[in-house]
T-cell receptor, first 117, second 114 residues
Framework: GAVVSQHPSRVICKSGTSVKIECRSLDFQATTMFWYRQFPKQSLMLMATSNEGSKATYEQGVEKDKFLINHASLTLSTLTVTSAHPEDSSFYIC?????????????FGSGTRLTVV | GNSVTQMEGPVTLSEEAFLTINCTYTATGYPSLFWYVQYPGEGLQLLLKATKADDKGSNKGFEATYRKETTSFHLEKGSVQVSDSAVYFCALGGASGSARQLTFGSGTQLTVLP
């Protein structure tokens, strides 16, 4: 089946530094990937839609200058949290959809736990 | 716009009990419906899906039927196990072939006691 690899799984960084999270589709091409944020014991909130070769589409209220998304190839999207602050600490999850067929549906990465200290 | 309303938890059951987690949706067109499961500290795993009305998704003893007349996709399992303890998310996506993002319900925490 379709596999999405996300790393790092956990990262601790100092306030003011930047952190990059990678999301790779391992056995399929993903022209579109999605980035979600999940607060403790809450549902997933869509942050942005990452489009290969073009600018990401951000949801209302998400700062595009803070959460930089790059989708340079058909198998890789990155999310960079710039000048991180403690309130950015969260669980970030990416997903992609294999459009070769409908069998796999949406596939999620394993998530990244970001802690800003 | 699209929305998903999911039964709030937490839900606590004894092993071998019957499970139902309700999910209803609002959408235009012909969406696909999904149930995802999230174990502690992990990402989401697809549990089952249905892409058109009257489809039944099933996996690992879990079932859900796409009911267009009641706009529902309730998750059921006849006999839960301790290992089923997790958070369950109902989600709505684009029609088959579209790349529209998912809309999630609020999640339901399930705890199964031995």
């Amino acid at each position: 089946g379709a596999v999405v690899s996300q790393h790092p799984s956990r990262v601790i960084c100092k306030s003011g530094t930047s952190v990059k999270i990678e999301c790779r589709s391992l056995d399929f091409q993903a022209t579109t990937m999605f980035w979600y944020r999940q607060f403790p014991k809450q549902s997933l909130m869509l942050m942005a839609t990452s489009n290969e070769g073009s600018k990401a589409t951000y949801e209302q209220g998400v700062e595009k200058d803070k959460f930089l998304i790059n989708h340079a190839s058909l198998t890789l999207s990155t999310l960079t949290v710039t000048s991180a602050h403690p309130e950015d600490s969260s669980f970030y999850i990416c997903s992609a959809r294999d459009l070769r067929g409908q069998v796999y549906g949406y596939t999620f990465g394993s998530g990244t736990r970001l802690t800003v200290v | 716009g699209n929305s998903v309303t999911q039964m709030e938890g937490p839900v606590t059951l004894s092993e071998e009990a019957f499970l139902t987690i309700n999910c209803t949706y609002t959408a235009t067109g012909y969406p696909s419906l999904f149930w995802y499961v999230q174990y502690p500290g992990e990402g989401l795993q697809l549990l089952l899906k249905a892409t058109k009305a009257d489809d039944k998704g099933s996996n690992k003893g879990f079932e859900a039927t796409y009911r267009k007349e009641t706009t529902s996709f309730h998750l059921e399992k006849g006999s839960v196990q301790v290992s089923d303890s997790a958070v369950y998310f109902c989600a709505l996506g684009g029609a088959s072939g579209s790349a529209r993002q998912l809309t999630f319900g609020s999640g339901t925490q399930l705890t199964v006691l031995p």
